[in-house]
């Protein structure tokens, strides 16, 4: 089953403009996120799809590979659908760009959730780690998700959810932005409009769910580090450091 890693790499971001071309240990972003992607060893084919020369050409200088988009997409999974037609990769991952500290371990994990999938009854798959602080919890930079019996994810969201009634948080999931797709799957997903709820939470995933799609989480022990606030990049660098 081959399976390809593709990032999808906007140049500016609202939150954070320039984000990707920020130095953490002395590379941009994307490149980091990019280089331990491939140092992963997981993947037959990892590519970074983007909007801007600037960062392919950061890329390529690297000895990477990068795509620049032929149109301007609203979401990262629309980004990299525009590129899955041309690879043969039966499973695509779809791995943020401001999130360089992958772990191995938990791609590993969302990968094998197909190959132990004969019957095709998953059509993607994503991460969740625990959510044990208050500030964490009612960040609506973190997106929560809560999940069914069998680990499917219910919903999204960056309110908090499920909300405490008893006023007492008892823990719960953050999201992270890593998914894995079954090719077929991406490309429907693409041909989608953006549904109501995407676009009051501007969360890509509730089109998919909206949609039908089954979405398994999967659970991950490992704290993740995206980049979304200046904030978020100084703990970034400290992470570098202390590692």
Do not use: C
């Not at 590979?65 to 043969?88: L, N």
């Not at 998953?122 to 973190?142: V, Y």
């Not at 606030?229 to 992470?239: I, S």
């Amino acid at each position: 089953m081959k399976t390809a890693a593709f990032i999808p790499a906007r140049l500016q971001s609202e939150r954070f403009p320039g984000k990707l071309l920020q130095d953490l240990g002395g590379k941009p972003v994307v490149l980091r996120t990019y280089e331990n992607a491939v140092k992963t060893g997981l993947f037959d084919h990892v590519r970074v799809i983007t909007d801007s020369k600037k960062i392919a050409g950061i890329i390529e200088k690297a000895g990477g590979k990068a795509f620049i988009s032929r149109k301007a997409h609203p979401t990262g999974t629309d980004r990299i659908a525009e590129f899955a037609g041309e690879t043969d990769a039966e499973i695509i991952v779809n791995i943020q760009a401001d999130e360089p500290f992958l772990d191995k371990k938990s791609l590993s994990a969302l990968i094998e959730v197909f190959q132990n999938d004969a019957q095709h009854q998953i059509d993607m798959a994503s991460l969740m780690f625990p959510i044990t602080g208050e500030d964490a919890f009612h960040n609506p930079h973190h997106v929560k998700v809560v999940t069914d019996n069998e680990g499917f994810a219910l919903y999204f969201s960056r309110a908090p959810i499920p909300f405490p009634r008893n006023g007492h948080f008892q823990g719960a999931w953050k999201h992270v932005g890593i998914y894995a797709f079954r090719k077929e799957v991406l490309m429907q997903i693409a041909r989608l409009p953006q549904s109501d709820l995407e676009r009051v939470e501007m969360l890509e995933n509730l089109r998919f769910l909206q949609a039908g799609f089954k979405i398994k989480m999967v659970k991950t022990g490992s704290v993740s580090v995206g980049i979304d606030t200046p904030a978020d990049l100084e703990k970034a660098r400290k992470l570098l450091t202390d590692e």
